[in-house]
């Protein structure tokens, strides 16, 4: 009896009769059903609003990010359960762990970023805060918070696990409640993530729920606090993009769509060069990597016309070696299709194709492994267009599966404008070792492409390849690739999150973003603000320091110390004829001396101070002149950690201001402090 898969909604698991067969990729025997029954998308979104959101804001970000970073390895420790399920996708090892340790990375990744980058509480401020008038009491920034919506989720199918955690890491830190929609094609594996997600109990529930099957009216159900978005064709994605409901209520949709992305050999390298081999190895792996269907695999290898037979030669030679079959072979080195929906459309993408371009290689079809003849295979299929300029099919026809086509160009300008045919894509890596080259033609390309990955014999040490969507960079494209953007770090949190502009006092402002904001009340305490435990370190806390008249036998001493003998600091002459017609203290100095003004120098509840932010020397510094430093508690992040002996710690930000005699700012900036809690 085959498995009947269920979503969950509402806090429950729903479905019980059989409806669409989903069949193993591998044999075409069927391994589960869709449900039958239809959801009730307003008790999900109801759910969603009532349930998820509320447990969401009860936390903060830094408390969001340790449920993703537990459930990272909740995931790890039980994949090998996913790794059994993703065989039948067509996945072979290394294709699912891109797809399941790739997806626990992304939650591990995202992790970090909330713990590093975002602060305690629910509210970013999106500073500096700036004057709006000349007496300082009334000034601007701008604040980022959460929506207080639903985020929708649609996923295509060849990234069952990852498409929804790389989806679902930054809008769960944002504070959205999510609701994942994984292509039917492959959902079994996206449901058995899920039972091991609801099995962990590590989110609070309603902050995910699962559909299998089809939306219904849950678009319908959606208002203009919530987000959708889509990954999948550009077919699809232009249809929900103009769904009524969302145009009415200007729901945010973020589309990612196939596209047809490009990889350029530079006009600089030739057969002999290490960067022909590379450029090589790059087509025929995105041909193979999970047979080829990933919406960054490479569509169009554009190469010089002379090195084209070349080309092709050598990638024939490299896709011949390619074994295909059943993944569970050890032989085998690259799967079927992942349903034979999948195979049917590519074979008929191929023939349109061929109508413009020649056939370079067409791998042999004696697939290892039992049953496989009932398989959704497709094999390595790589065309060839001489004139690729005057057609269109090749830049407009995508096979979602092991194929791609070499076409010519005459020089860089015109594989340029190649590239530019695609019409937007998520990726294009251009092949050079020839920094002009690269100088040349990136900005050229960045206008249609998301992500621009230059390889030559130095990054390929190290470089992730042409289609791997890394968390920290931008993931999306324009035009064809459905001109929206994911992941790129906490760019991604903050599409989740709602841009507002604050205007009011300096100390309305301070209240407001729980940051000190220049011109702000402050809090002279009694007691100096490096003795004060993290718990009854108050925003706004200040020291207002003595006085230090700086000599020449400072600038003399620092000098020697340092070994800078800028002319600036030392010959007299030379700086009467600069523009501050004297001899100025070093920059470093001036830093060094306000933290003499500042520190307080017994042991004490500041553990060590870890970096410099926004520093700024506004005014020079002459010999005579006397500095004072005003040292102010900024912002608190309490990122919920213990040291080796169990003492827990958080982050401090000071802001710090060096005047001189006349009151003038001479430097700005702030001060990153590690401080103890009381226990």
């Not at 500096?128 to 000034?139: D, E, Q, R, T, V």
């Not at 492959?186 to 699962?210: D, F």
């Not at 993290?534 to 200040?542: A, K, M, R, T, V």
């Not at 320091?545 to 036998?553: D, F, K, N, P």
Request: with cysteine; hydrophobic share 45%; aromatic share 6%.
């Amino acid at each position: 009896m085959t498995q009947i898969l269920q979503s969950y909604i509402g806090g429950r698991w729903q479905g019980q009769q059989g409806a669409a067969a989903l069949r193993s990729a591998v044999n075409g025997t069927t391994i589960a059903h869709t449900h039958a029954e239809a959801l009730d998308f307003g008790e999900a979104v109801e759910h969603a609003r009532r349930k998820g959101l509320p447990a969401l804001m009860a936390m903060d970000f830094q408390e969001r990010a340790q449920r993703l970073k537990a459930l990272a390895k909740y995931l790890m420790e039980h994949k090998e359960q996913l790794y059994a399920v993703s065989a039948h996708t067509g996945a072979t090892r290394v294709d699912s762990w891109i797809d399941i340790d790739g997806g626990a990375g992304t939650l591990f990744a995202y992790a970090a970023i909330g713990s590093n980058e975002l602060p305690s509480g629910n509210l970013v401020h999106e500073g500096p805060a700036f004057a709006l008038g000349k007496k300082g009491g009334f000034s601007g920034t701008h604040v980022l918070v959460p929506r207080g919506g639903v985020a929708v989720h649609i996923n295509a199918f060849n990234f069952p696990v990852w498409g929804l955690l790389e989806k679902f890491a930054p809008s769960f830190l944002a504070g959205m409640p999510c609701i994942g929609k994984p292509a039917s094609a492959t959902s079994y594996l996206t449901e058995a993530a899920m039972r091991l997600i609801v099995q962990s109990g590590i989110l609070p529930e309603g902050s995910l729920q699962l559909v299998i099957g089809g939306t219904g009216d849950l678009l319908d159900r959606l208002n203009g606090a919530d987000v959708v978005t889509f990954t999948g064709s550009a077919d699809t994605a232009s249809r929900l993009r103009v769904h009524p409901n969302l145009i009415a209520h200007s729901v945010p949709f973020n589309a990612e769509a196939d596209s047809l992305n490009c990889a350029i050999l530079g006009p600089d390298v030739g057969p002999d060069d290490e960067e022909f081999t590379l450029f090589v190895k790059e087509v025929a792996r995105e041909m193979t990597v999970k047979a080829g269907q990933k919406c960054t695999a490479i569509r169009r290898a554009i190469v010089p016309a002379k090195h084209l037979d070349a080309v092709c030669e050598q990638l024939a030679a490299r896709l011949a070696k390619t074994t295909v079959g059943d993944p569970a072979d050890e032989r085998v080195r690259m799967g079927p299709l992942a349903s034979h929906a999948q195979q049917a459309d590519v074979a008929e993408r191929i023939a349109l194709l061929r109508q413009d371009a020649e056939l370079v290689y067409a791998g042999k079809h004696d697939w290892i492994g039992e049953g496989t003849a009932q398989g959704a295979f497709c094999a390595p299929t790589l065309l060839a267009c001489r004139k690729p300029m005057a057609v269109d099919s090749v830049h407009t026809i995508e096979a979602f599966g092991p194929v791609s086509t070499v076409m010519a160009y005459q020089d860089l300008d015109e594989a340029l404008a190649l590239a530019a045919r695609g019409q937007g894509s998520l990726v294009a890596t251009l092949v050079t070792h020839d920094a002009a080259v690269a100088a040349q033609a990136i900005p050229a390309m960045a206008a249609w492409h998301g992500r621009l990955h230059i390889l030559d014999r130095e990054s390929a040490v190290e470089s992730t390849g042409h289609g791997s969507p890394l968390p920290t960079l931008k993931h999306g494209g324009p035009g064809r690739a459905g001109g929206g953007e994911e992941l790129g770090g906490v760019r991604a949190v903050k599409h989740y999150l709602q841009r507002a502009a604050v205007q009011g006092s300096p100390t309305m402002l301070a209240a407001v973003t729980g940051e000190h904001v220049r011109g702000a009340k402050v809090n002279n305490t009694a007691v100096h603000p490096f003795r004060s435990y993290f718990e009854d370190l108050q925003i706004g806390d200040s020291l207002l320091t003595h006085r230090r008249t700086v000599g020449e036998a400072d600038i003399v001493a620092f000098g020697g110390i340092s070994g800078d003998y800028f002319y600036m600091h030392f010959d007299e002459v030379a700086a009467k004829d600069s523009p501050f017609g004297k001899r100025i203290a070093h920059g470093y100095f001036v830093l060094s001396a306000a933290a003499g003004l500042f520190v307080s120098p017994a042991p004490g509840p500041v553990l060590a101070n870890y970096g410099l932010d926004t520093l700024r020397f506004v005014k020079p510094v002459g010999i005579g002149d006397t500095i004072q430093a005003r040292l102010t508690a900024k912002r608190k992040i309490d990122r919920n950690k213990v040291d080796a002996k169990g003492v827990g710690q958080g982050v401090v930000a000071w802001d710090v201001e060096v005047t001189n005699q006349l009151g003038e700012l001479v430097a700005s900036y702030d001060i990153l402090t590690l401080v103890a809690k009381r226990s």
